[in-house]
């Protein structure tokens, strides 16, 4: 029990005080800590408060303000309020809606609550009073304490907008420590539990320090989140100042009768995309784009970026097309009078018109023309365009490796363009081109994605119709196009984008068609690019057939049309200089003018050799004829081969010897010749890597041909592939290896049965300059390609 029953409170007014009793109604309040010296008024509507609050006023007015630990708890009990609190006197109250009472209560004192007397229906408590403690004089520290508190609250206070004159005289005016504490934590809001760490700090200086910590803190916050504010109302006030300016600018325009920039650039956007005959769901896109820029202010980098997407929206072919020309002879004459012969692929497009012209709405379809550089692929596209009457566009794909030049780049990137395939369709104008996609067997992959996996939509009829490109996010319709690629080989393309297109192969042309070629378009190009008329320059095809054979090598034309325009060129200095022509030039005067010949056929000059085979081969760039060695050395059986030979290469020779030795005796070869023999297998050119089968019967012949001491003919020329059982097997590129030998000066060629099929595709007047002998064994073989041993004796 207390001594004293009661305290005196520090003064109301000069002369007057209050006695508090020891027993006192309670009120919890939440959200706040109130200190001595505070006249706060409170709003009550909990029924234990407003109980407390009645009891009070029935009585000396006193009541006893705690606050709550957990400022949400509607009905604490005693255990979650604070043991120290303060006693408040109520001025005055004042009714409110809802049961509710507005209380204007004055703070007089600290007290600790000792027990709890009663806790329904309100809460009485016994309490007793804290002896604050102030210090009986200033030292020098604590003056320095008590001038820093007061300039740090001020600064807080000022930062919040609360201090006034007021305020700030009565801060100067106070002399004890704890009383300034409790005067600047009565108008600094703190957090509750450090407000209640003030409250339980009884003596004076101690409090002054915590409340100056609290106070630092305190400012830092208030400094940052008055910079903010600050900076948050200068960008309104900013972007105010800038509307209201271009509102009024709008206005005087206006006024003026000008019309502003913007709002016609709107309205002429909105009029291009109603006129651009958009899909709908393109339409609702480009228009809700077109809405962001209303919005945004002109030189925003968002703002540029839209204004591209629309203009790529606006310039699409979305519904342009270009008709058909579908008279299929037109077609035809003028596809003849771009290329000669050819046929094949001139007869699928007529099948295509044909079937355009029955069905209109037939989808395009993916062609793919295969073969050696210079036969005419990509020239042929332009054709092709021509006799439809479609716009062309061509895109070269060799070396790319990044798949967003396909599909486009995301809007979200710096400089980001679509793809290729819609630059294209913008180029042409039309969304129904030729649309020729160059080198498709060049593409890369890397960690950037894989091109030729983006083609695979492209270049599928099920799935073009809405191809959608990464930039415009948008579907395009690619089913009217008529996709065209070409490629050197299909090899390099992966068999899902093979599967997708028609194969067309061309194979290479021979003499008498390069002459034609020549006669008919290269060399009539050729003078009019120089300036030339055929008045100046005169050729025969006798000279013109000797650039062929001794200055080019070649399945194509580009190299002979390169030798066309260094006639040219020579003749044109001659016209230049003063001299008149007409030049003719004879294959007598041909080296004056291009140098010697830079392929002579050395064939004819040789003799048949021992161990040396002539074989054919197939290359991307054409056909070529190899000349396969064999040197049989003392030894012990070893096989050697050289040339940069493949595997496969490899193993036909492996096989061609194990055959060999099989059938040693029937061929006329000692059976033991493995024990004291080495054989060395050479294939000139031996920088150039060679693989594939078709060399096996070469090989297997020009093997028996050193061991047997037999020569092999000159003027045969053999390809296929050898099982051990001696059978021949069929091979490919039997055009292009024909082609091969006729220019190297051969007459007979030995070729698989099984490959007479493929005699079809070479024209009639390359069949009558070669001899073509099928064979299906081996045995078949030695007989048309050995000669006697005695007529190498007799020679020797």
Request: charged share 30%; aromatic share 6%; net charge neutral.
């Amino acid at each position: 029990m207390m001594e004293e029953a009661s305290f005196v409170s520090p003064e109301l007014r000069e002369g007057e005080s209050i006695e508090v009793p020891e027993v006192l109604p309670l009120m919890a309040i939440r959200d706040i800590v109130l200190f001595p010296g505070m006249v706060i008024p409170l709003f009550v509507g909990r029924e234990k408060s407003l109980a407390a609050v009645s009891e009070a006023l029935s009585g000396e007015k006193l009541l006893v303000l705690v606050s709550q630990k957990d400022p949400m708890e509607e009905d604490p009990t005693p255990e979650k309020l604070y043991r120290v609190g303060v006693v408040g006197l109520i001025i005055r109250t004042f009714n409110l809606p809802e049961n509710r009472l507005k209380v204007l209560v004055q703070v007089l004192a600290r007290v600790e609550i000792r027990d709890f007397l009663q806790t329904d229906p309100f809460f009485k408590v016994r309490i007793e009073p804290v002896r604050e403690k102030e210090p009986e004089t200033l030292s020098v520290a604590a003056e320095a304490l008590m001038r820093s508190a007061r300039e740090t609250a001020e600064k807080v206070l000022a930062l919040r907008g609360l201090l006034n004159p007021d305020l700030s005289a009565l801060l100067a005016s106070v002399e004890e420590p704890g009383k300034l504490a409790d005067l600047i934590a009565a108008h600094v809001r703190f957090r509750i539990s450090e407000a209640q760490d003030l409250l339980e700090t009884y003596d004076g200086l101690p409090r002054l320090e915590k409340i100056n910590r609290y106070l630092q803190r305190e400012f830092e916050i208030a400094s940052l989140q008055a910079k903010i504010q600050t900076e948050a109302q200068e960008e309104m006030a900013r972007s105010q100042r800038e509307y209201f300016l271009r509102e009024q600018l709008r206005a005087i325009k206006r006024e003026l009768g000008e019309t502003d920039e913007l709002e016609a650039e709107i309205e002429e956007l909105r009029e291009k995309i109603k006129k651009a005959r958009m899909p709908k769901e393109v339409e609702k896109e480009a228009l809700k784009q077109l809405s962001r820029l209303e919005m945004m202010h002109p030189d925003t980098a968002e703002a540029t970026v839209i204004r591209t997407y629309l203009d790529w929206l606006i310039e699409l072919p979305w519904k342009k097309s270009t008709r058909d020309r579908l008279d299929l002879k037109e077609a035809q004459r003028i596809l003849d009078e771009d290329h000669y012969d050819l046929d094949k692929v001139k007869e699928r497009l007529l099948e295509y018109l044909a079937v355009k012209k029955l069905n209109p709405q037939a989808k395009g379809p993916i062609l793919c023309f295969v073969g050696p550089p210079g036969v005419g692929k990509t020239s042929l596209g332009r054709s092709i365009a021509r006799a439809l009457g479609r716009k062309f566009v061509r895109v070269s794909l060799g070396g790319v490796r990044d798949e967003a030049e396909i599909r486009g780049h995301r809007r979200t990137y710096v400089g980001a363009l679509p793809g290729r395939i819609i630059q294209g369709l913008k180029q042409a104008g039309v969304n129904n081109p030729v649309f020729m996609i160059d080198e498709v067997d060049k593409l890369c992959s890397d960690f950037q994605g894989d091109p030729s996996a983006a083609l695979l939509e492209v270049l599928d009829p099920e799935q073009n119709k809405e191809f959608v490109d990464h930039y415009l996010g948008v579907p395009f319709d690619l089913s009217r196009v008529l996709f065209i690629a070409t490629a050197n080989m299909t090899d390099p393309i992966p068999p899902a984008l093979l599967d997708r297109m028609e194969v067309i192969y061309l194979s290479g042309y021979t003499p008498e068609e390069k002459l034609v070629i020549a006669r008919r378009y290269l060399l009539p190009r050729q003078l009019k690019e120089h300036g030339l008329s055929e008045d100046h320059l005169r050729l025969s095809d006798r000279t013109i057939f000797k650039v062929i054979s001794e200055y080019t090598s070649e399945a194509g034309v580009r190299e002979l049309e390169r030798k066309l325009a260094a006639l040219c060129r020579k003749v044109a200095r001659r016209i230049a200089e003063g001299e008149k022509g007409p030049f003719r030039i004879t294959p007598a005067n041909l080296d004056k003018y291009l140098g010697p010949p830079e392929y002579v056929e050395d064939l004819r000059q040789e003799e048949d050799e021992i161990g040396v085979a002539t074989g054919l081969a197939w290359t991307p760039y054409g056909g070529e004829v190899l000349y396969i060695e064999v040197t049989v050395m003392e030894g012990k059986g070893h096989l050697i081969l050289t040339g940069q030979l493949g595997e496969v290469m490899k193993e036909s020779a492996q096989a061609a010897l194990s055959y060999i030795r099989a059938r040693a005796r029937e061929l006329g070869i000692p059976p033991k010749f493995y024990e004291k023999y080495d054989l060395h297998i050479h294939i000139p050119s031996g920088a150039i890597p060679k693989d594939g089968p078709s060399a096996g019967v070469t090989m297997a012949v020009a093997m028996i041909s050193a061991l047997s001491k037999r020569p092999v003919r000159k003027d045969v020329a053999m390809t296929g592939e050898i099982t051990l059982r001696g059978k021949i097997l069929p091979v490919g590129g039997i055009k292009e290896k024909s082609l091969a030998a006729l220019r190297k000066g051969i007459k007979k060629v030995l070729l698989p049965e099984k490959n007479l099929k493929d005699l079809e595709d070479i024209p009639p007047e390359l069949r009558r300059k070669l001899e073509f002998v099928p064979v299906k064994h081996l045995d078949e073989v030695l007989p048309l390609a050995l000669l006697r041993a005695r007529r190498a004796r007799r020679r020797a």
